[in-house]
């Protein structure tokens, strides 16, 4: 069983910065990739970034260049380094834990992130 807890969710003005956190714990060995996912209003969850076992990365094209995930293992956290905010990255940011040999994903219960001036 694995737990994922977001942190460092906020208001934030156009242009600005914010970094999430997401603290795992449990059978966290289990885990091949973390990663973020974002909800928008009346839009469907989409992929932010992803970072696998090895340190390979994955970003959606919307915020490439902007965001950079990264993770502190020794903390056993995961982060979202945002930059550049735009209103349109204002969502619901939810943690994400998957395995390539166990079929259950893992999920935050997310964090809201207000672009706004």
């Known amino acids: 069983q694995v737990q994922l807890v977001e942190s460092g969710g906020g208001l934030v003005q156009p242009g600005g910065s914010l970094r999430l956190s997401c603290a795992a714990s449990?059978?966290?060995?289990?885990?091949?990739?973390m990663g973020w996912y974002r909800q928008a209003p009346g839009k469907q969850r989409e992929l932010v970034a992803t970072?696998?076992?090895?340190?390979?990365?994955n970003y959606a094209d919307s915020v490439k260049g902007r965001f950079t995930i990264s993770r502190d293992n020794a903390k056993n956290t995961v982060y979202l380094q945002m930059n550049s905010l735009k209103p349109e990255d204002t969502a619901v940011y939810y943690c994400?834990?998957?395995?390539?040999?166990?079929?259950?994903?893992?999920w935050g219960k997310g964090a809201l992130v207000t672009v706004s001036s």
């Open positions: 970072i696998r076992n090895e340190g390979s990365t």
């Open positions: 449990g059978s966290i060995d289990s885990i091949n990739t």
């Open positions: 994400y834990g998957g395995s390539d040999y166990d079929p259950v994903d893992y």
